[in-house]
């Protein structure tokens, strides 16, 4: 506790300062009202005795001072030494915000008291703002952690009403995607017939003959249009696919090699693959078609950012995570040396329909789709960015508790 004494006679400032030293406090003092403002400005005090009447600033109008500030660090109690007794002065102190008077002749036992009092004010009043500190700070969090699941009711509903649309959309197509898929098959064997019969005749018509030479790629334009189509429909179809997952008890490593030979044609001409793979790993509960899927998009989504690089690596590593009950988890975590994601793909990659891709080629279903099943089968997946470039992927995976 530091003490200020302020008076303008000098022996009065001696008498306070040595009872006070006795008593073990810390003691400053000043000579008038200006000299106590500074020394507040730079020191940490905690208690003011001031004399009442002083030249210039008398106690009182130091007093207000001292309550008019701004950013001062704590409250400071304020004594002040007085012969007055009149009822209306002693108003008028404490409507300055006078804390305490000590009355002249000043006995040491009443300072030590008043000074104690002042103490414990003080001391109250630092709990107080410790206290309201904390609440402050919790309420600061509480408001963060209300956003955050404010922005994910947002984005479950999202998920939800996008996912009713697409099964919507995917049904609404699905027929006439069908028919144009069939008969351009049909199509193409009429053609080649006519085509066929064509041939035995002598053409003349540069018309007829242009048409001719152009019609196999027309007819390989709306196949492969329509095949496009198709995959688009799966992958809406299997995005708002409402059937939960059928969980058995399966081997991790099968499902990464199986999935690993579907990408085989996007992955043997530049990458190499790396499999760390965890020896005796207990096997997962899932719908192993589902993870599949989920590896297949993530291994095309890896191909596409290695695309550009003469050698690119995919390592695929399994571990198991039996720190707890809770955790008895399978981890796999798959890591390219592509491109990496950037911040507005990170933030975003779980959205359905969000791609970089150029239009034709991306469909941004895969990873939502991905998280999907992830969720369901009571794990999670996350993405991040490697330390050296390039993207990481972990799959958490619950293993298959034999009952
Ligand atoms: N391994 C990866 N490296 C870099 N970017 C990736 C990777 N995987 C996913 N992404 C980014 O996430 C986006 C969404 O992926 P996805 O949902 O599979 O949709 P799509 O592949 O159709 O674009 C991609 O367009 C790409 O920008
Ligand atoms: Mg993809």
Known sequence: MKILIVDDNQMERLFLTTALKRLNYDIVEAANGNEALSILESQNINIIISDWMMPEMDGIELCQRIRARKNSNGYVYVIMVTSRSEEE??????????????????????????????????????????????????????????????????????????GVMAAGIAHEINNPATFINGNIQTFEKFWNIIKDRLSNVNIADQKLAFIIKEMPSLIDGIKSGAGRIQRILK???????????????????????????LCNNSLKYNITITKNFMKDIPSVKCDPQQIEQVLVNIFNNAADAMENISKGSLNITTTHDSRLDSNNQIIVIIEDSGLGLNKETLRNIWNPFFTTKPV????GLGMSISHGIIKSHGGSITAENKEKGGARFIIRLPTYEVA
């Open 360 to 363: 034709g080629k991306g469909t």
């Open 89 to 162: 002065d002693l108003m008028r102190g404490f409507e300055a915000g006078v804390d305490a008077y000590l009355q002249k002749p000043i006995t040491i036992k009443i300072l030590n008291v008043q000074v104690k009092v002042g103490i414990r004010i003080i001391n109250l009043e630092q709990q107080l703002n410790y206290e309201k500190q904390k609440v402050s700070r919790f309420a600061n969090e509480m408001e963060t952690l209300a956003n955050q699941r404010a922005e994910q009711l947002v984005h479950s509903d999202r998920m939800a009403t996008l």
């Open 235 to 261: 992958g809406l179809k299997s995005y708002a696919r409402q059937d939960s997952p059928e969980f058995i008890q399966y081997d991790i490593h099968r499902i990464i090699d199986d999935a690993l030979l």
